[in-house]
């Protein structure tokens, strides 16, 4: 199972950017995913999630500005982030797990199994 992220950068305050994680070795239609975010010097923090049945769940200082979805036919999970604001900057990552195994809360770490390395998104004022 590997995860790959991209899609991250550079814009102002107010931009939009979209990132996508590629998945290989495994079939996301049938994994429970979310993107995780850690800012320097703070914790990571789950963003959105999306389940096997595509019930998704969001932080709430993203809730109406970023969309969790899952294009299976390509194997993807996107995260599209509109009205980006400076507190938004971070390191994303994908996290992803097998339906039997998901359990716990949708923003807890130790629900997902497999992670991305990570791509930056910097929000400039």
């Known amino acids: 199972v590997q995860l790959v992220e991209s899609g991250g950068g550079s814009v102002q305050a107010g931009g939009s950017l979209r990132l996508s994680c590629a998945a290989s070795?495994?079939?996301?239609?049938?994994?429970?995913m979310a993107w995780f975010r850690q800012a320097p010097g703070k914790e990571r923090e789950g963003v959105a999630a999306?389940?096997?049945?595509?019930?998704?769940y969001y932080a709430e200082s993203v809730t109406g500005r970023f969309t969790i979805s899952r294009d299976n036919a390509k194997n993807t999970l996107s995260l599209q982030m509109i009205s980006l604001k400076p507190e938004d900057t971070a390191m994303y990552y994908c996290a992803a797990n097998r339906r039997s195994a998901c359990s716990g809360v949708w923003y807890a770490q130790e629900r997902y199994k497999y992670w991305g390395q990570g791509t930056q998104v910097t929000v400039s004022s």
């Open positions: 070795g495994y079939s996301v239609s049938n994994f429970c």
């Open positions: 999306i389940l096997y049945d595509n019930r998704t």
